[in-house]
């Protein structure tokens, strides 16, 4: 099994930034096709949605809402996923799940684990 565990959530006024870090631990497949960590987002009464992703070689997908405001990093040795906020609106309050997935090399299984979440909070 995977585990994701996120930190860095929180209040923050309108303007201000917060970086949200997850670190994976446990069975990881080391050897991959594809390997995929990002951040994904659902405040209330809306769906979960995209914010942002980055493979293993470093490309990277962002929600236009998040385009020139927020930067996904990945630290392939130790295996996390940063995602620094910066320009926050309260439109961006929501609880953040951190997300890794993925098809194993070895097996040709894929994998797609999620973490708890974590709330961030944008007050105007």
């Known amino acids: 099994q995977v585990q994701l565990v996120e930190s860095g959530g929180g209040l923050v006024q309108a303007g201000g930034s917060l970086r949200l870090s997850c670190a994976a631990s446990?069975?990881?497949?080391?050897?991959?096709?594809?390997?995929?960590m990002g951040w994904y987002r659902q405040a209330p009464g809306k769906q979960r949605e995209l914010v942002a992703t980055?493979?293993?070689?470093?490309?990277?997908v962002y929600a236009d809402s998040v385009k020139g405001r927020f930067t996904i990093s990945r630290d392939n040795a130790k295996i996390t996923v940063n995602l620094q906020m910066n320009s926050l609106e309260p439109e961006d309050t929501a609880v953040y799940y951190c997300?890794?997935?993925?098809?194993?090399?070895?097996?040709?299984?894929?994998?797609?684990?999620w973490g708890q979440g974590t709330q961030v909070t944008v007050s105007s």
């Open positions: 997300n890794k997935k993925g098809v194993s090399a070895i097996t040709g299984r894929g994998y797609d684990y």
């Open positions: 446990g069975s990881i497949f080391s050897i991959v096709v594809t390997d995929v």
């Open positions: 980055i493979t293993k070689g470093g490309s990277t």
